[in-house]
């Protein structure tokens, strides 16, 4: 299991590939996802340049893609919550192939904030599409209308000419980032009720924080030099409550060991301040498994008044507490499919050896909240 949690972390990529990062906006719009095929749910375009540096965002960019002036684009497929966060993305489109854009977008995701799909009853959870675009940035003046590169001011020279010059590339620096965290520390429930903002108005808010992480030594996987990345709404104190939340959270070292090179460390950590009337609730809705049930032992507990019924399979479903290192407890069973067939009784002996992230996909905490686990009881594994 410690294999495949490493792989989680972001390998580096070839020079050409290596993404650059700076504190720089992307815009977000979103439209229904009722469009028609070949239509985005929502575009985001990353700024490449000065000119476009509006908002609050985070610009990430291939290296040599930046540098060479190339332009890119990618279509996401994203889970988008009922809270409009993308929970996960995978890329579906990149043009041009094999410059990195790609895994560039897939670094956006933690930054964008979309319109969730509504169903009859209001948001929900559903599959939208996300076109990424990557404009380059166009040195060139306009004081004589020929709209000539300035490469000396891409490099940080003096102009060789004079007059206006738009498109000035925004400072980048090279970064290594800890793609899915897995965390040893993170915020709790309480700690999101006590950093919720006076100025927050009842509204729920959206904070993605930017943070270097400690490689090594006494302090290895905790956070510093964290800054807001996306903040919704703005000017209500969500940003600010986000940051003060950061000091609780801290990478696993073994993850950090695995670091290629010697570029610094960040991560981007999502986090959503629900108001006080339902932060009592508590309940963990989008769990990131770190340990699943052991497909060999389902067999083993699947329950004999099904099997004298002839079933093959069922659906068993608990509601569990969860500890503050991720593992479930105090489980009970709620109505199975089909029910009264003990599939739910049985659930309960398997989802014991399970074990969840600190922090939940939807930007929230899950230590002592309450889980509801479907999981689905086959007489036989596949195999055999």
Same mark, same amino acid.
Not at 26 to 34: E, F, G, I, K, W
Not at 309 to 326: M, P, Y
């Given at each position: 299991m410690l294999a495949e949690l490493l792989a989680l972390f972001a390998a580096a990529?070839?020079?050409?590939?290596? #993404?650059?990062?700076? +504190?720089?906006? +992307?815009?977000?719009?979103?439209? #229904?996802?009722? $469009?028609? /095929? &070949?239509?985005?749910?929502?575009?985001?375009?990353?700024?490449?340049?000065?000119?476009?540096?509006?908002?609050?965002?985070?610009?990430?960019?291939?290296?040599?893609?930046?540098?060479?002036?190339a332009s890119g684009r990618v279509t996401l497929s994203c889970r988008v919550d009922a809270h409009g966060l993308a929970e996960w993305c995978r890329v579906i489109g990149e043009s041009p192939a094999g410059q990195g854009f790609g895994r560039a977008a897939l670094e956006m995701r933690p930054s964008f904030k979309l319109t969730p799909v509504q169903g009859p009853d209001g948001p929900i959870t559903a599959m939208m599409t996300v076109n990424v675009?990557?404009?380059?940035?166009?040195?060139?003046?306009?004081?004589?209308?020929?709209?000539?590169?300035?490469?000396?001011?891409?490099?940080?020279?003096? #102009?060789?000419?004079?007059?206006?010059?738009?498109?000035?590339?925004? $400072?980048?620096? /090279?970064v290594v980032m800890v793609d899915n965290p897995v965390w040893t520390s993170a915020a709790n429930f309480d700690d999101l009720a006590r950093a919720y903002p006076a100025k927050g108005g009842g509204a729920e808010g959206y904070a993605a924080a930017h943070c270097q992480v400690q490689r090594s030594g006494r302090d290895a996987g905790a956070l510093s030099r964290c800054q807001i990345i996306k903040e919704s709404p703005k000017g209500q104190g969500f940003g600010q409550a986000a940051i003060s939340l950061m000091p609780k959270f801290r990478v696993m070292p073994a993850v950090l060991a695995r670091a290629p090179g010697d570029a610094p460390l960040w991560v981007d950590v999502p986090v959503r301040l629900s108001p006080p009337d339902k932060a009592a609730e508590r309940t963990v809705k989008a769990p990131i498994w770190l340990l699943n049930v052991d497909p060999e032992s389902v067999p083993k507990v699947f329950p004999p008044e099904a099997a004298a019924?002839?079933?093959?399979? &069922?659906?068993?479903?608990?509601? *569990?507490?969860?500890?503050?290192?991720?593992?479930?407890?105090? *489980?009970? #069973?709620?109505?199975?499919?089909?029910?009264?067939?003990?599939?739910? $009784?049985?659930?309960?002996?398997?989802?014991?050896?399970?074990?969840?992230?600190?922090?939940?996909?939807?930007?929230?905490?899950?230590?002592?909240?309450?889980?509801?686990?479907?999981?689905?009881?086959?007489?036989?594994?596949?195999?055999?």
């Amino acid at each position: 299991m410690l294999a495949e949690l490493l792989a989680l972390f972001a390998a580096a990529a070839p020079e050409s590939a290596a #993404p650059t990062r700076t +504190v720089s906006p +992307v815009t977000v719009t979103a439209t #229904p996802s009722t $469009e028609i /095929a &070949g239509h985005p749910d929502a575009t985001v375009n990353s700024a490449g340049s000065s000119d476009d540096a509006l908002g609050d965002a985070l610009a990430i960019w291939p290296r040599r893609a930046y540098h060479s002036g190339a332009s890119g684009r990618v279509t996401l497929s994203c889970r988008v919550d009922a809270h409009g966060l993308a929970e996960w993305c995978r890329v579906i489109g990149e043009s041009p192939a094999g410059q990195g854009f790609g895994r560039a977008a897939l670094e956006m995701r933690p930054s964008f904030k979309l319109t969730p799909v509504q169903g009859p009853d209001g948001p929900i959870t559903a599959m939208m599409t996300v076109n990424v675009g990557f404009k380059a940035p166009a040195t060139e003046l306009d004081s004589d209308g020929t709209g000539a590169a300035t490469a000396a001011n891409t490099m940080g020279a003096a #102009p060789v000419v004079s007059g206006p010059i738009h498109g000035n590339r925004l $400072e980048m620096h /090279a970064v290594v980032m800890v793609d899915n965290p897995v965390w040893t520390s993170a915020a709790n429930f309480d700690d999101l009720a006590r950093a919720y903002p006076a100025k927050g108005g009842g509204a729920e808010g959206y904070a993605a924080a930017h943070c270097q992480v400690q490689r090594s030594g006494r302090d290895a996987g905790a956070l510093s030099r964290c800054q807001i990345i996306k903040e919704s709404p703005k000017g209500q104190g969500f940003g600010q409550a986000a940051i003060s939340l950061m000091p609780k959270f801290r990478v696993m070292p073994a993850v950090l060991a695995r670091a290629p090179g010697d570029a610094p460390l960040w991560v981007d950590v999502p986090v959503r301040l629900s108001p006080p009337d339902k932060a009592a609730e508590r309940t963990v809705k989008a769990p990131i498994w770190l340990l699943n049930v052991d497909p060999e032992s389902v067999p083993k507990v699947f329950p004999p008044e099904a099997a004298a019924k002839g079933l093959t399979s &069922g659906r068993g479903v608990v509601r *569990c507490t969860v500890a503050d290192d991720g593992t479930v407890g105090s *489980c009970v #069973p709620e109505p199975g499919d089909p029910d009264g067939l003990g599939f739910s $009784e049985a659930a309960v002996k398997l989802a014991t050896a399970m074990r969840m992230n600190l922090w939940s996909a939807d930007g929230a905490p899950v230590e002592g909240g309450v889980v509801h686990i479907p999981i689905r009881i086959n007489l036989r594994t596949r195999t055999q």
